[in-house]
């Protein structure tokens, strides 16, 4: 189960986010898919939640205006700031206003680097079990 996003995170859920927003969260599924096929989705909490390898990997927040991506990593992603225009990057958060106005390709390239390093993560625990 997912433990590591905070309550204060999740208060601004929105059940019925708007139309733009429901296309972006569609988008992100999809780019979520395409970097890591294997994933699973599931409902928690009144959000998607991607498993990958038995841990949550990544988790996609609606609000009413906007949309948060929340990953697992540990990685410093702040060297995205600059390729990721109109994004805010948080402690395991990425806020998204407007995903047509970002580069969907540096967005992909970050998901597959995040993914990547979840999984050497995993595989690292496994190894010490």
């Known amino acids: 189960m997912l433990t590591t996003l905070k309550e204060r995170a999740l208060e601004s859920l ?11 969260l569609d988008t992100l599924s999809e780019l979520i898919f395409a970097i890591a096929p294997t994933a699973t989705i599931l409902s928690e909490k009144g959000f998607e939640v991607f498993y990958l390898l038995e841990d949550w990997a ?20 702040s060297s995205f700031c600059e390729r990721l225009k109109n994004v805010h990057l948080g402690d395991h ?13 540096v967005l992909v390239e970050l998901l597959a680097l995040l993914k990547v390093d979840m999984v050497r993560k995993h595989q690292l625990d496994q190894a010490l079990h």
Do not use: M
């Open 14 to 24: 929105s059940q019925t986010p708007s139309l733009e927003v429901s296309t972006h």
């Open 58 to 77: 990544f988790a996609l927040v609606p609000h009413q205006h906007n949309l948060s991506l929340y990953h697992a990593s540990d990685l410093d992603i």
């Open 93 to 105: 958060c990425i806020l998204f206003d407007d995903l047509d106005s970002v580069n969907l390709n």
